[in-house]
């Protein structure tokens, strides 16, 4: 057995039986492994950022790692964006990237760099494996990625490891479990919950889980204290009469409105809010003076623990009813971001997974299916445009029996429209509802926030999509997805309902000018 | 005058006024700048790698810098692989990176990296501006893009340094001169040279402009000594009656056998050669056994000056008759590498500029060439594919009154297509080749020369881009460029002699199964 096969079969052991792919000719015997080891499923990608970004999706649906597989550092590099969001997102990520024969990185051939720098960039664990450790190596690899909440976690593969003989494959591995919350933090959220001061919980990560929102809600309906959501999360379950929660807005001076008035704001699997950019003569801590910040569990903690052991100091653990589903009526007439949002909540089916990178224009549709048929949420992590189709890509593949619904903007779409191909390749059960507006609005917007001024013919022409305008159906059909065009919302309307009633990808896009 | 504004004005006063940029709210300010500064011009790019691979393929062919304006770790991070093959290039590249306002870096916003780390990886220089010194950091940075034979100096703005008060911009910066070339290394080769013995220059930097290759065809004149060029080169003047120089083919034992026999091997401008990948059993270095390698100079050394001092020792100083222009008969028939070959030769006009990235394709379009019209051949030079086009914008811009041709292979082409829109934008005149075989042909062909055997059907399907197939008029004309596509020899000349003919950016898919 040579090192790919002992890598991939190291993998298989645990679990991880996904690869998005994109390789080189240093990894060219990790593909040959493919043809010997059918339980590993590849999914050929485009471009590196589809890689990271699908397996980021993949693994928040699926709680557990993908494997990406990277040609050496300039692979590596176009996937840095996504995996800065999946690092933000707490992600697992078994990151693979090929790398040179150890004995030809001495000579400095044309495609030669320092990988292991570059990873540390977006991983919490760097490894480059020998061929006597490679299994080791790998399992190490994937212990570390379960580690710490979940994090990217890097393995080099030099190409005569890979080619070599390679090591028995590890078996299964154990992560640590998530450290447990000392009782002294409970102790003071519980205080702070019964004094009947205003108190709000601000959620992320397992406390937007089914179970998390479960006792959360029951904290809140004890003691009265307010949910609130971070502004951008891996993701949340929502829907179907869950428990529902408020969510942070964006802008800074928005979001210290939001908490204004309360006597506590208790972190739970997240810290204290911080505004997403400075902006002169602005504070950058969310947090209202006169607000105590406790935290009852950083991200790498046990946060559901946490939330019981909570619940049972407030003696919460009362049955909740079920709130409503229900559906909004369809709009028509003029088709904007409200209108899009209507009838995503008129016409979303059950179980839907939401791939959220709306922008300035997706809001509406957030706000708008609070009540819908229960359905997870992904949003932006980390900033960094050109997220959403690989999320919802790999997400599709992590769930093949649920509608996978991604909204986008026209201009953080750009980045990593390549994912188009791949849905159409793998035939990936997708709607993609990509928000024209034709510029970068968010920019238009935050042009004045930054105290620049409003911005010149010069400065908004830096800003605008709209020479030339780009077609998004031509685009798509170009990688074989089926597309249409709405300019009205019963266009929308008509478009939405065909893609949801069918299977496969589709794109809609929505001119919204 | 604020930061932005003193840098802007700094990096005129060196005569770099073209910005590849793909901003975000940390340089708004930036922007905000080009209201008040019209001689800088700023070029929309809606991917980073298009910035920074317009900034290579524009400092080529401008011979001075361009900057590029990036948006934090993730901007610069899809930035990277094409700052790669600007490093590779040796082109000079003032990568200007906003970052978060110093004050809002600790707080660990979504966005916020550690984007000095992110840019070693490519850059030979990185400094953090601050306020006070801001004009200075940045003449640093654009004096060290000069030198060392042209790097990639990358300069990080914080928000809060953009939208203060800035101090009196820089002056214009003097690059140290390079090195001249020791007296020893120039006896070394001159003996080689004189002893009657096969010797051949091989070379690259300088040595292929045109006063490089003029004296190079003087002493290969004189001492009957061999020419050759790398295989990847960042520019290389030719066609026109210029001197032809031999290409090192890509494949190692191809490489060796070309170089086999030569008593010498005398690289100038460039290092002695190594195989692009290592193989199994097979030599890393080129270099055959028996043969001497001596090195006239380095890449950061003063190749000209050498030239001309080796030239001078041999007495080789006698004017070179100009060599024949002569034009290619037209194609007909079949379409395949050949015929794009021939029908690129038969239309070239004078003065054309040639992107190429035509990986496994591209061959015949170099070797049938060289006796046509002046021209300059830009090539993939960190072996980071998605370069092509890119290169060709940036090209386009620095030189409008000149034709640039882009020969693409399709799989590369997709890293980077976004590149297509800068081009609709700026209304450049290129015309883009793509070469669609519908499959990563050279991971075909390397599969096997790595020793991993038959690629069997799973293996296959990795490196085949044919479900979907990809339709390049569609993503051209979704992006705004005019396209056509070509599946007859006859078909591809008309549409050739027709883009040829025309003005602004026309696509051309070459149907090559």
């Given at each position: 057995?040579n090192?790919?096969?002992?890598?991939?079969?190291?993998?298989?052991?645990?679990?991880?039986?996904v690869?998005?792919?994109n390789?080189?000719?240093?990894?060219?015997h990790?593909?040959a492994?493919?043809?010997?080891?059918?339980?590993?499923?590849?999914?050929?990608?485009?471009?590196?950022?589809?890689?990271?970004g699908?397996?980021d999706?993949?693994?928040?649906?699926?709680?557990?790692?993908?494997c990406?597989?990277?040609?050496?550092?300039?692979?590596?590099?176009?996937?840095?964006a996504?995996l800065?969001?999946?690092?933000?997102?707490?992600s697992?990520?078994v990151?693979?990237?090929?790398?040179?024969?150890?004995?030809?990185l001495?000579?400095?051939?044309?495609?030669?760099?320092?990988?292991?720098?570059?990873?540390s960039?977006?991983?919490?664990?760097v490894?480059?494996?020998?061929?006597?450790?490679?299994?080791?190596?790998?399992?190490?690899?994937?212990?570390?990625?379960?580690?710490?909440?979940g994090q990217v976690a890097?393995?080099?593969?030099?190409?005569?490891?890979?080619?070599?003989?390679?090591?028995?494959?590890?078996?299964?591995?154990?992560?640590?479990?998530?450290?447990?919350?000392?009782s002294?933090?409970?102790?003071?959220?519980?205080?702070?919950?019964r004094?009947?001061?205003p108190?709000?919980?601000?959620?992320?990560g397992?406390a937007?889980?089914?179970?998390?929102?479960?006792?959360a809600?029951?904290i809140?309906?004890?003691?009265?204290?307010?949910?609130?959501c971070?502004?951008?999360?891996?993701?949340?379950?929502?829907?179907?009469?869950?428990v529902?929660v408020?969510?942070?807005?964006?802008?800074?001076?928005?979001?210290?409105?939001?908490?204004?008035g309360?006597a506590?704001?208790?972190?739970?699997?997240?810290?204290?809010?911080?505004?997403?950019?400075a902006?002169?003569?602005?504070?950058?801590?969310?947090?209202?003076?006169?607000?105590i910040?406790?935290?009852?569990?950083?991200?790498?903690?046990?946060t559901?623990?946490?939330l019981?052991?909570?619940?049972?100091?407030?003696?919460?653990?009362?049955?909740?009813?079920?709130d409503?589903?229900?559906?909004?009526?369809?709009?028509?007439?003029?088709?904007?971001?409200?209108s899009?949002?209507?009838?995503?909540?008129?016409?979303?089916?059950?179980d839907?997974?939401?791939?959220d990178?709306?922008?300035?224009?997706?809001?509406p549709?957030?706000g708008?299916?609070?009540?819908?048929?229960?359905?997870?949420?992904l949003?932006?992590?980390?900033?960094s445009?050109?997220?959403?189709l690989?999320?919802?890509?790999?997400?599709a593949i992590?769930?093949?029996?649920?509608?996978?619904?991604?909204?986008?903007?026209?201009?953080?779409a750009?980045?990593?429209?390549?994912?188009?191909?791949t849905?159409?390749r793998?035939?990936?059960d997708?709607?993609?509802?990509?928000?024209?507006?034709?510029k970068?609005?968010?920019?238009?917007?935050e042009?004045?926030?930054?105290?620049?001024?409003k911005?010149?013919?010069?400065a908004?022409?830096?800003l605008?999509?709209?020479?030339?305008?780009?077609n998004?159906?031509?685009l798509?059909?170009?990688?074989?997805?089926e597309?249409?065009?709405a300019?009205?919302?019963d266009?929308f309307?008509d478009?939405?309902r065909s893609?949801?009633?069918?299977?496969?990808?589709?794109?809609?896009e929505?001119i919204?000018?």
């Amino acid at each position: 057995m040579n090192g790919a096969e002992s890598l991939i079969r190291t993998l298989l052991a645990n679990d991880i039986d996904v690869c998005f792919a994109n390789p080189g000719t240093s990894e060219m015997h990790l593909v040959a492994a493919l043809d010997r080891i059918s339980a590993m499923r590849p999914i050929l990608c485009l471009f590196e950022g589809v890689v990271t970004g699908a397996a980021d999706g993949y693994a928040r649906m699926a709680r557990k790692p993908a494997c990406t597989l990277l040609h050496l550092g300039p692979g590596l590099g176009n996937g840095i964006a996504n995996l800065h969001n999946a690092k933000k997102a707490h992600s697992p990520v078994v990151n693979i990237v090929g790398d040179h024969a150890t004995y030809h990185l001495k000579l400095d051939a044309p495609l030669a760099s320092d990988i292991a720098l570059l990873a540390s960039h977006v991983s919490g664990f760097v490894r480059t494996a020998s061929a006597q450790t490679l299994s080791v190596d790998a399992a190490d690899t994937i212990a570390a990625s379960l580690s710490s909440a979940g994090q990217v976690a890097t393995l080099i593969v030099p190409a005569n490891v890979a080619w070599g003989d390679g090591p028995d494959p590890a078996s299964r591995v154990t992560p640590p479990p998530r450290p447990t919350v000392i009782s002294s933090a409970v102790a003071r959220c519980t205080e702070a919950l019964r004094s009947g001061k205003p108190a709000a919980l601000l959620m992320s990560g397992e406390a937007l889980t089914d179970e998390g929102l479960e006792i959360a809600g029951r904290i809140a309906a004890k003691t009265g204290c307010r949910l609130i959501c971070d502004t951008f999360n891996s993701r949340i379950s929502r829907g179907g009469g869950r428990v529902k929660v408020e969510r942070l807005p964006y802008f800074a001076e928005q979001a210290i409105d939001t908490l204004t008035g309360l006597a506590t704001l208790i972190t739970v699997g997240t810290k204290s809010p911080v505004a997403f950019f400075a902006y002169p003569d602005k504070p950058s801590s969310l947090l209202p003076e006169g607000t105590i910040h406790l935290s009852l569990s950083a991200p790498h903690e046990d946060t559901l623990g946490a939330l019981a052991t909570l619940s049972d100091e407030l003696c919460a653990n009362v049955p909740l009813p079920a709130d409503l589903v229900t559906r909004h009526q369809l709009p028509s007439g003029r088709l904007d971001a409200m209108s899009v949002g209507q009838a995503l909540a008129a016409l979303m089916p059950e179980d839907a997974i939401i791939s959220d990178e709306g922008g300035t224009l997706g809001g509406p549709s957030w706000g708008l299916t609070a009540n819908s048929p229960a359905h997870d949420w992904l949003f932006l992590t980390g900033g960094s445009i050109g997220q959403g189709l690989p999320v919802a890509t790999g997400a599709a593949i992590a769930c093949p029996d649920r509608k996978v619904i991604c909204i986008h903007g026209d201009g953080g779409a750009m980045y990593t429209l390549q994912a188009l191909w791949t849905q159409s390749r793998e035939r990936l059960d997708v709607v993609t509802i990509v928000l024209s507006n034709r510029k970068y609005a968010v920019l238009q917007v935050e042009f004045s926030r930054v105290g620049a001024g409003k911005p010149g013919p010069r400065a908004l022409d830096m800003l605008s999509l709209s020479n030339p305008e780009l077609n998004w159906v031509d685009l798509a059909r170009g990688m074989g997805v089926e597309a249409s065009r709405a300019q009205t919302a019963d266009e929308f309307v008509d478009q939405l309902r065909s893609a949801i009633a069918g299977r496969g990808p589709r794109l809609i896009e929505a001119i919204i000018v």
